[in-house]
């Protein structure tokens, strides 16, 4: 018998998109799930929520962008805004994780794929949240070992 793991959303919380990825039934892979319009945050935070609960996801894991040197600047404080008003919608838990270099990770990804660059916006939001959701998921099952 399979053991049936949390389901998750990943976000990557940016001022013009935001993007989302969601587990697979299993936990293993992490699943682009595309881009909200950010422009208005408090719409863009009803429909993470909305998102989390159409899914069935258990917990958000919401990209937490420090600082290199593991300070905390002014885009800390916008996604910890964005997470209270994602609060404001679902009592979905919420959880941060260090997303340092997701999005340039992301870009790297789509070069090597021969992506023109000009098309990357399309999608580097949603592979930045990707890339966040499947390194939590990676982190978790290390420490379990």
């Known amino acids: 018998m ?24 299993l ?9 909200i319009k950010s422009y208005n945050v408090e719409k863009a935070a009803a429909e993470v929520a909305a998102k989390a609960v159409e899914i069935g996801a258990e917990t958000i894991i919401l990209g937490k962008p420090v600082n290199m040197d593991g300070s905390s600047g002014e885009k800390v ?9 994602i609060s404001t919608h679902t009592n979905i838990p919420i959880e941060y994780y260090d997303e340092r270099l997701s999005t340039v990770s992301a870009h790297r990804l789509l070069c090597e794929s ?24 990676d982190s978790k099952k290390n420490s379990n070992k």
């Open 27 to 35: 936990g293993i892979f992490a699943i682009s799930m595309g881009n």
């Open 77 to 85: 404080s916008q996604v910890e805004a964005f997470a209270a008003l």
């Open 114 to 137: 021969g992506l023109k660059t000009k098309k990357h916006k399309d999608v580097v939001d949603s592979l930045a949240a990707q890339i966040i959701l499947q390194s939590y998921m």
């Open 2 to 25: 399979v053991k049936k793991t949390k389901k998750l959303l990943g976000v990557d919380f940016g001022m013009a998109r935001t993007g989302l990825a969601y587990s697979d039934d």
